[in-house]
């Protein structure tokens, strides 16, 4: 059974980073995609960031782009998000996701195209 689970969520004011991290367990993780998607009270879940496992190829949605970097360390199984120049639009619940396939182009993105989901870690961004 695979399990991810988050950390490094908090309170930070504008301006300031955080990095994310998600423990990934219960499966090789070679050829899946993983990301990190996020969901502020009252909208939908979005796609913030997606990685190749194996590769590391990455690709980002348009309004973290240059401000978040999304990588993996394959000796850990730990994929992580470093967030810097954070904004109060930021705030949200973070999720760890993966799929068990290589995800291409746009598909990867999409909230369905993931199997399996961690628990979430809080953001909050003040102004």
């Known amino acids: 059974q695979v399990q991810l689970v988050e950390s490094g969520g908090g309170l930070v004011q504008a301006g300031e980073s955080l990095r994310l991290s998600c423990a990934a367990s219960g499966r090789a993780f070679s050829g899946s995609t993983m990301g990190w998607f996020r969901q502020a009270p009252g909208k939908e879940r979005e796609f913030v960031a997606g990685i190749r496992w194996s590769g590391g190829s990455t690709y980002y949605a348009d309004n973290v782009k240059g401000r978040f970097t999304i990588s993996r360390d394959n000796a850990k199984n730990t994929l992580y998000l470093q967030m810097n120049s954070l904004k109060p639009d930021d705030t949200a619940v973070y999720y760890c996701?993966?799929?068990?396939?290589?995800?291409?182009?746009?598909?990867?993105?999409?909230?369905?195209?993931?199997?399996?989901w961690g628990q979430g870690t809080q953001v909050t961004v003040s102004s």
């Open positions: 996701a993966a799929a068990p396939r290589i995800l291409a182009g746009d598909y990867g993105t999409k909230r369905n195209a993931y199997d399996y």
